[in-house]
């Protein structure tokens, strides 16, 4: 199997979604929340477990954390761009949220909820930095009353696009400690762990890589996992041929063409519309009317 890669989630929670590796989770949360919500110690609500993702190598391995203040995080990294992802990022902030809530308990309980979402892809175009954060606010005075609903985007594609990019130019964009695990999470390749220029010379980032370098999978992580990579390359390569066009047309197209990819995979009907959001009918009538169906 070639070289793991983070962004695929399953190898993404194996690297901090586990306890020995919880100084790795509480770095990344503090490169990305604001000085109030930092943590010192955060206690993993989902940990890392094979028999969760045995039977859905589409699943989204999302971790849930508590810092010691008792603030929930909820962190995960998104393969591909689905519909409405704006909608289930709002729906699972508020499962977090409303979820530490027990029976008798008053509405007094309840802490700040923040949500992470690290992306594999561009979902705010109109903006050019990666990492935004979302409140409530009122609309006309910007203040922020609800303050315990937080999200945050990180859009790794606009931190760097370019498949040639080289070691310098990765250099030159970090600025700050969101910057070094962005640069991890998307050009690992160009990192050896034993030569770090000073820029990225951080000891998190150094166990980051050591455990990257040394993970091993069982036979059914390493299926899942080269299922979810297999899933992540295909959208990419799909969608990259129609970006050009018009957005619904272009991206109509492509989930077409990824559905005529997977059913070439041998990926079953039932798993294709629940992976492209396509009606089993839908799925049918393209597989008639492409080349598939000819072979």
Same mark, same amino acid.
């Given at each position: 199997?070639?070289?793991?890669?983070?962004?695929?989630?399953?190898?993404?929670?194996?690297?901090?979604?586990?306890?020995?590796?919880?100084?790795?989770?509480?770095?990344?949360?503090?490169?990305?929340?604001?000085?109030?919500? =930092?943590?010192?110690?955060?206690?993993?609500?989902?940990?890392?477990?094979?028999?969760?993702?045995?039977?859905?190598?589409?699943?989204?391995?999302?971790?849930?954390?508590?810092?010691?203040?008792?603030?929930?995080? /909820?962190?995960?990294? =998104?393969?591909?761009?689905?519909?409405?992802?704006?909608?289930?990022?709002?729906?699972?902030?508020?499962?977090?949220?409303?979820?530490?809530?027990?029976?008798?308990?008053?509405?007094?309980?309840?802490?700040?909820?923040?949500?992470?979402?690290?992306?594999?892809?561009?979902?705010?175009?109109?903006?050019?930095?990666?990492?935004?954060?979302?409140?409530?606010?009122?609309?006309?005075?910007?203040?922020?009353?609800?303050?315990?609903?937080?999200?945050?985007?990180?859009?790794?594609?606009?931190?760097?696009?370019?498949?040639?990019?080289?070691?310098?130019?990765?250099?030159?964009?970090?600025?700050?400690?969101?910057?070094?695990?962005?640069?991890?999470?998307?050009?690992?390749?160009?990192?050896?762990?034993?030569?770090?220029?000073?820029?990225?010379?951080?000891?998190?980032?150094?166990?980051?890589?050591?455990?990257?370098?040394?993970?091993?999978?069982?036979?059914?992580?390493?299926?899942?996992?080269?299922?979810?990579?297999?899933?992540?390359?295909?959208?990419?390569?799909?969608?990259?041929?129609?970006? =050009?066009?018009?957005?619904?047309?272009?991206?109509?197209?492509?989930?077409? =063409?990824?559905?005529? /990819?997977?059913?070439?995979?041998?990926?079953?009907?039932?798993?294709?519309?629940?992976?492209?959001?396509?009606?089993?009918?839908?799925?049918?009538?393209?597989?008639?009317?492409?080349?598939?169906?000819?072979?």
């Amino acid at each position: 199997m070639e070289k793991i890669t983070p962004r695929v989630d399953l190898a993404f929670k194996k690297i901090f979604g586990v306890e020995e590796n919880k100084d790795l989770l509480i770095s990344l949360i503090n490169s990305i929340v604001t000085q109030e919500d =930092q943590v010192k110690e955060v206690t993993l609500l989902n940990p890392y477990n094979p028999k969760n993702f045995k039977k859905d190598k589409l699943s989204i391995l999302d971790i849930k954390a508590t810092g010691e203040s008792g603030k929930r995080f /909820n962190i995960e990294i =998104q393969i591909t761009d689905e519909a409405d992802y704006d909608k289930r990022a709002l729906y699972y902030w508020a499962k977090l949220y409303t979820e530490q809530l027990k029976t008798a308990e008053d509405y007094a309980s309840l802490e700040k909820a923040i949500g992470i979402h690290i992306l594999n892809f561009t979902s705010i175009p109109e903006v050019k930095k990666y990492h935004n954060v979302f409140n409530i606010v009122e609309k006309e005075s910007g203040l922020k009353y609800f303050k315990d609903l937080e999200l945050h985007t990180i859009e790794l594609k606009k931190f760097t696009g370019q498949a040639d990019e080289k070691l310098n130019d990765l250099v030159g964009k970090i600025k700050t400690s969101l910057d070094i695990w962005a640069a991890f999470l998307t050009r690992h390749e160009l990192l050896n762990k034993d030569a770090l220029p000073k820029e990225l010379n951080d000891s998190s980032l150094r166990k980051a890589l050591t455990v990257l370098e040394v993970m091993n999978f069982n036979a059914e992580e390493r299926e899942a996992y080269e299922g979810h990579l297999k899933w992540l390359m295909i959208e990419a390569n799909t969608l990259r041929k129609y970006e =050009q066009k018009g957005f619904a047309e272009g991206r109509a197209e492509g989930i077409a =063409q990824v559905a005529i /990819n997977l059913l070439k995979k041998g990926m079953s009907i039932a798993d294709i519309a629940e992976a492209t959001n396509l009606s089993i009918d839908e799925i049918n009538k393209i597989a008639s009317s492409s080349t598939l169906a000819e072979n």
